[in-house]
């Protein structure tokens, strides 16, 4: 292969997984706006990845009949839709910037997913990588009056820890399944934002803890839409970056986000950027940095 082409392969798939860690860094403003036009963020997760299974279907329909016969991405199906449901429920909760932090603790789960799914080694690098992570969490979650344990203390962070428990499952399976058709990957990640969300709307709404949507209007339909497209861009671009790069190097090209997200996030007073939270997530940033020198 020559200099050019080698460099095309690493890059494009690079460029491609900065593009779904915009849009997801971003997500959350827009996610917010609806919040706020009485659609939960459940719900208008469903909606706008409907949208994308209705265009797999109208364009490949044969993804379907592959993802019936293929156990293997259902998988896939069960991990996508965590992702999307819990993040995007989370950054409607609470502070932006630590839902984002919790969320990447993702070098922790990478290398523990990549040993037990893609039979990749435990390196004293990798092991590094974890302990950095885990030290930044610690800080993150470290409580400000100095009492209890540093654990989740809202429903908000713990969906962003298990949104990125969920998203590094999701990248090793992406690159364990690299041999399936784009499709039906495409289908299986779409599908479960589907049916995760909607899942999860319907039993809490049942509960009385989830709003049914509002009546339709073109003032929170055509968004949605716009948002759909985005997310249908973004996913698309994520299952082409992922399943040409090593799991650990796709977490930590994916790091990205947390600057696009707290840049956003603080400039638009949706989270706050404390000394304690700086320092634990300097720790979490390096230790994806640190895979991405691996890679």
């Known amino acids: 292969m020559s200099t050019h082409a080698l460099q095309r392969a690493v890059w494009l798939p690079v460029l491609a997984l900065m593009l779904n860690a915009f849009t997801w860094g971003v997500s959350w403003w827009p996610f917010r706006w609806l919040e706020a036009r009485g659609l939960h963020a459940l719900w208008a997760t469903a909606m706008i990845y409907l949208v994308a299974v209705a265009a797999i279907t109208a364009t490949r329909p044969g993804a ?19 992702t999307n449901a819990t993040f995007n429920w989370a950054v409607t909760l609470g502070d932006v910037v630590r839902v984002v932090l919790l969320f990447y603790l993702m070098p922790v789960w990478a290398v523990l997913l990549s040993r037990a799914l893609l039979g990749e080694r435990l390196t004293a690098v990798s092991l590094l990588r974890v302990l950095l992570a ?9 409580p400000q009056d100095g009492g209890g344990m540093p654990m989740p203390r809202t429903l908000a962070e713990w969906l962003g ?16 399944e690299a041999a399936q058709p784009e499709s039906a990957r495409a289908l299986a990640m779409f599908g479960g934002g589907v049916a995760v969300s909607l899942v999860l709307a319907l039993w809490l709404g049942a509960r009385g803890s989830v709003p049914l949507p509002p009546a339709p209007q073109v003032v929170w339909i055509v968004p949605a ?45 949706a989270g706050t950027l404390t000394p304690a939270l700086a320092l634990g997530g300097s720790l979490i940033v390096t230790a994806a940095l640190l895979a991405a020198w691996r890679g």
């Open 64 to 82: 379907w009949a592959h993802l019936r016969r293929t156990p293997r991405l259902w998988w896939l199906v069960v991990a996508s839709g965590t």
């Open 134 to 142: 885990l030290a930044g969490a610690l800080i993150v979650l470290w």
């Open 161 to 176: 820890v298990l949104g990125g428990f969920s998203f590094a499952l999701n990248n090793v399976l992406l690159r364990r």
């Open 225 to 269: 839409l716009v948002l759909a497209l985005a997310f249908l861009a973004g996913n698309l671009a994520l299952q082409y970056g992922a399943a040409r790069l090593p799991a650990n190097t796709t977490a930590a090209v994916m790091i990205m986000e947390v600057l696009f997200a707290s840049a956003s996030a603080i400039a638009l007073g």
